[in-house]
């Protein structure tokens, strides 16, 4: 196997949903250290971007703004999702459940 072969074998490519709340955002600083990682943090709120992450403001409940915004993503390797959607009852948390 060549240099390059391992280098690209060794590559991190990291999706964080829900990176500016406290799990998300500690994902994603942690994967951030990591050499030779690349980390994209999705949130509805804008924020900014840094040497290896990346920041997406995206609504995951809107499925043309997911395919809009991810999808020209390649090459995923590590996907959290730490998002929360915020909902006005207890009720209308299982609404996905009727």
């Known amino acids: 196997m060549t240099t390059k072969e391992n280098e690209a074998k060794d590559r991190r490519v990291v999706i964080v949903a829900g990176a500016q709340g406290v799990s ?3 994902v994603l600083k942690q994967y951030a250290a ?5 980390v994209y943090g ?4 804008p924020s900014e971007s840094s ?3 990346q920041h997406i403001s995206v609504d995951l409940l809107s499925p043309d703004a997911v395919k ?9 390797t590590h ?3 730490g998002a929360y959607v915020e909902k006005p009852t207890a ?3 299982y609404q996905w459940k009727k």
């Open 79 to 81: 996907f959290f999702f």
């Open 91 to 93: 009720d209308s948390l």
């Open 24 to 26: 998300g955002n500690a």
């Open 42 to 45: 999705l949130s509805r709120r």
């Open 68 to 76: 809009g915004k991810l999808g020209q993503l390649k090459e995923i």
């Open 51 to 53: 040497e290896n992450i």
């Open 34 to 38: 990591l050499p030779g990682t690349t």
